[in-house]
């Protein structure tokens, strides 16, 4: 069961991290219309992707939190027993920005709500961007030490 849950919440991770990465592309875009592969992944209607980025921040978030419990007990001990303090230490941020990220979620929603006022261009952006870091952060994080366990004796 728990692989099942690794799975799942693999596969919502990557589908966050599609859609946060095309709505900070799309916020950074600086010129209109080119036909670079970069331009056009970036050429997406940002303000679509709020509502989907929330509700698969959330239910990964909760497929995290489901599955922490077996990280604890297994994989954790694993690593501090083999001395792997700084797999534990990224693993504690991952958990922090995971919070930090739920707590932002009200701000950025609010901030993404239509209508688009033109003076809050700014800080939907920053807020896409930020958000679009901590999900690349624990995306990667969680990847890595779930692999970690498997090779490690």
């Known amino acids: 069961m728990i692989i ?4 799942v919440h693999g596969l919502l991770a990557v589908f966050l991290l599609g859609a946060v990465t095309h709505q900070a592309m799309s916020v950074l875009k600086r010129t209109p219309a080119r036909s670079s592969f970069v331009d056009k992944f970036g050429a997406v ?14 239910v990964t978030a909760i497929g995290g939190a489901l599955l922490y419990p077996q990280y604890r007990l297994d994989v954790r001990p694993t690593l501090e027993d083999l001395q792997m303090r700084a797999a534990n230490g990224v693993f504690e941020i991952k958990e922090h920005l995971a919070a930090i990220g739920l707590g932002m979620l009200p701000i950025y929603a609010s901030a993404w709500k239509p209508p688009l006022a033109v003076d809050q261009a700014a800080t939907r952006k920053y807020l896409t961007l930020i958000l679009a870091f901590l999900v690349w952060w624990n995306f990667l994080v969680g990847h890595v030490l779930n692999n970690l366990k498997g090779l490690v004796p």
């Open 45 to 58: 209607n940002a303000a679509s992707y709020t509502t989907p980025i929330i509700a698969l921040f959330l």
């Open 4 to 7: 099942a849950g690794l799975i």
